[in-house]
Structures are given as structure tokens and as C-alpha cells.
T-cell receptor, first 117, second 111 residues
Framework: SAVISQKPSRDICQRGTSLTIQCQVD?????MFWYRQQPGQSLTLIAT?????????ESGFVIDKFPISRPNLTFSTLTVSNMSPEDSSIYLC??????????????FGQGTRLTVV | GQNIDQPTEMTATEGAIVQINCTYQ??????LFWYQQHAGEAPTFLSY????GLEEKGRFSSFLSRSKGYSYLLLKELQMKDSASYLC????????????FGSGTQLTVLP
């Protein structure tokens, strides 16, 4: 199974600033995803990070607010821009190694707990 | 649209059996996942079903009926450490493993 390192693990930021979250995988993966988990809620997909092209964003999320990079098959970043208290959430990186066998799974990083004050 | 329903909360006693249900209505289907999430931690994978039937893995089993849009997670011999949120998630199809998550079921195991 893939090992995913995500950093920072937590941060407290001032409103109006930006934070970049890094996701490093120990092996090449086909797909990388970014999720948000707001307090007391379940996970919501923000975007799919595509290697060599722009990320694909889900409804309600835009590139200006959440720019994403995917320079290679083992690394991606998510930036939360111009933060407001409503952006306080856990942000999670997830990968899919592209296996097509049964019992395949999506792996998650340990998450970044962001508090905006 | 995507809709995944599961109970918000459940309570059970240590040593007992509990079944957490999940119903889904999605535009595509490429498998259903169950994750366990302890407070303040990332979700950890429990099970994956893509064909109808029961998948058993130790104390945990998961069932899927695609025609009914229904799954359940069965936890046997409950332990205190099983107190956590249990997330049902559906892979919507296509080549990518994007997941749509239910709101999660908070399970409390009592002594």
C-alpha cells in the first residue's frame, strides 16, 4: 500500500493569507485527489490533481481559491488562498494506484488541520 | 445527483454486534467503500465491495446489493476502540477513484 506524507499536519493562519499543503507519496500513482472535511461533517472532494495538466475541480470549488500543482507522479500541492474562517477544515490528500483488481482502495494522508483566525 | 444516506449515530455494547446501513443513489457506480475515522485522524480503509454479496474480513463484514442501492457494515465482538465514525463512500465510475462520501455514522461502544 502507498505511504502518503502530508504537511503541515496542522496550522493556524490569519485571514487573508494563503497556505500551501504538500502531499508526497512513496511510489508513483496515477491519480491524486484533494478532499475537505469541515468540522463535524464528512469528506467532500475538492479536485482531482492531474499530472501535466490543470486540476479538475468539483462543483463549488474554483482554481483561484484552491490552486493545485501536480509536477510529477509522486507529489502534489493544494493552496488555500485568501483564507477566511469558513476555510477552517481538515484537508486530506488521497491517492489511487490505478489497480483494477478487486479490493482496491483509496489511500489517505494523515490530513492537515487548518484553523483560520 | 449523488445521494448517500447513513444513520447519524448508533450506540452498542461491548461484545455485541452492530450493523450500519448505507443507501445510495449515484449517477455511476464503480464500487462502495467503508472507512473508519477516529476523531482528529484520517480515514482508514475497512472494506470495498463492487459485486453483490458479503465480504468478510475478521470482525468486520460488508454487504452490497447493487439492485437495491444498499450496503451494510457489520461489526462483531465490539470493542471500545471501535468507537469511531464510519463512512460509506461510493466510487462514481470512470477511470478515476473519486469518492462521494456519506455523512458518516458515529458509533459509540459502551462498556
Amino acid at each position: 500500500s502507498a505511504v502518503i506524507s502530508q504537511k503541515p499536519s496542522r496550522d493556524i493562519c490569519q485571514r487573508g493569507t494563503s497556505l500551501t499543503i504538500q502531499c508526497q507519496v512513496d511510489s508513483q500513482v496515477t491519480m491524486m485527489f484533494w478532499y475537505r472535511q469541515q468540522p463535524g461533517q464528512s469528506l467532500t472532494l475538492i479536485a482531482t490533481a492531474n499530472q501535466g495538466s490543470e486540476a479538475t475541480y468539483e462543483s463549488g470549488f474554483v482554481i483561484d481559491k484552491f490552486p493545485i500543482s501536480r509536477p510529477n507522479l509522486t507529489f502534489s500541492t493544494l493552496t488555500v488562498s485568501n483564507m477566511s474562517p469558513e476555510d477552517s477544515s481538515i484537508y486530506l490528500c488521497s491517492v489511487d494506484q490505478g489497480r483494477r483488481a478487486l479490493n482496491t482502495e483509496a489511500f489517505f494522508g494523515q490530513g492537515t488541520r487548518l484553523t483560520v483566525v | 445527483g449523488q445521494n448517500i444516506d447513513q444513520p447519524t449515530e448508533m450506540t452498542a455494547t461491548e461484545g455485541a454486534i452492530v450493523q450500519i446501513n448505507c443507501t445510495y443513489q449515484t449517477s455511476g457506480f464503480n464500487g462502495l467503500f467503508w472507512y473508519q475515522q477516529h476523531a482528529g485522524e484520517a480515514p482508514t480503509f475497512l472494506s470495498y465491495n463492487v459485486l453483490d454479496g458479503l465480504e468478510e474480513k475478521g470482525r468486520f463484514s460488508s454487504f452490497l446489493s447493487r439492485s437495491k442501492g444498499y450496503s451494510y457494515l457489520l461489526l462483531k465482538e465490539l470493542q471500545m476502540k471501535d468507537s469511531a465514525s464510519y463512512l460509506c463512500a461510493v466510487s462514481n465510475g470512470g477511470s478515476a477513484r473519486q469518492l462521494t462520501f456519506g455523512s458518516g455514522t458515529q458509533l459509540t461502544v459502551l462498556p
